[in-house]
């Protein structure tokens, strides 16, 4: 059975190199993908919409409808994966919890849950976690700003340069998790509680949508920014522009609220604990 | 410039049989995170920078560790 799983694998595999030969060359100007629409969006796009970047204004814009959807696929993927992992009860073979002594070094294990110092001396650690490392949590304390920093940047600047909402977001979830892993699952959550992930990530597909229902009781059609300029001050291209940044904003919410959602079920086994 | 195109083809296709044939599942993680900013690095050759930019973010970096985390709640060994 394996050998002809692997003869049907290499059948396929011949097939599709023999047919690249028939794809036109790479930049081909004749190819039939770039004869359709594409020599519109590159001529017109600027002058349309106002965005240097075509990538983003064909995204965000002609073909805003697609990446609304890709934003609800992101949205639903997060839902799903707290919906299959999340477990709410807590009582199931909890060992207590362990607290370092900063100044000594000293682990303390308590048998009871419900212990909680708050001193600065003592500090919250995970029961497998590694040995007290200075350099990870100070290079992590020390990068995190500079990372979010440059992942507000990807966001704003999505429409001049290469980026947007989906990198910016991974960017910005990148730094939570970076949190989460330099020092523990509970330091993230307390920084950003599950409560507002969930929020947020509904919030930025609805910033989305209602940018959509906006241009549509503006009597343009859904997602149409340049009815925007109705009741913006600037003219329908700055307004498409405009419409296309808070997009990119909604997408990055969204992103980023999801990507933390699903690395804290997946690292603390739904239970939120302690994880990576 | 072709020569470094050969360059990484190669190293994506050694990356990709190698994530398939290490029983290692961490070493497939880290396998696939270096497959993904190696095809990160010939979209940016070819000028498709927002790809690229994406595939960096997501496929090399998020991914990586959605995997690694994963690995550390289940095992570190394939069955098969």
Redesign the interface.
Known sequence: MKKLALIVAILCGAILIFATSEFPEWGDPKAPANLHVSPHYIKYSVKETGVPNIVTSVLADYRGFDTMFETTVIFCAGLSCFLLLRIFNEQTEEQGVYYRHMPTGIVIHFKRDDVDIRDKDFELIDSKLVPYDLIIKTVGRVMIPFIQIFGLYVIAHGDFSPGGGFQGGVILAASIILLAITFNLKTAISKINEKTLGVLSALGVFIYAGIGCLCLLLKGHFLDYGKLAKILPVGPIKARALGMLGVEIGVGIAVMAVMIIIYINIASEGKHHEGL | MWILDLIILALIIVCAVGAITIKDLLGTAILLGAYSFMMCVLWAI?GA??V???EA??GA??ST??F???I??TTRRTRD
């Open positions: 070819m920078v927002d690229a930019f994406t973010s997501v970096g998020v560790v959605f690694v985390a994963a550390f709640r």
